[in-house]
């Protein structure tokens, strides 16, 4: 398995918006150490934009999938 789809299964794993930040967090460490290409980190971030806005709209009633 790779380091980003490892990255994928962790974002998944989110309760809240905090772990998606701590978990973006540590992909940034991840990516500074040369074990994430820039592609994957946007591609990350994007995935954890989704994630963010998926808590929201379950935590203010907004349920539309």
């Known amino acids: ?3 980003y789809q490892s990255a994928i299964k962790r974002l ?3 309760k809240g918006i905090n772990e ?3 978990a973006l967090d540590g992909f940034t460490r ?3 150490a040369g074990f ?3 592609s994957e980190l946007q591609r990350l971030d ?3 934009f989704d994630i963010t806005m998926d ?3 379950k935590a203010y ?3 539309t999938r």
């Open 1 to 3: 398995m790779t380091n």
């Open 12 to 14: 998944k794993r989110c």
């Open 20 to 22: 998606v930040n701590q």
């Open 30 to 32: 991840v990516y500074n």
């Open 36 to 38: 994430l290409t820039e």
């Open 46 to 48: 994007a995935k954890a």
């Open 55 to 57: 808590i929201l709209d």
């Open 61 to 63: 009633g907004r349920d």
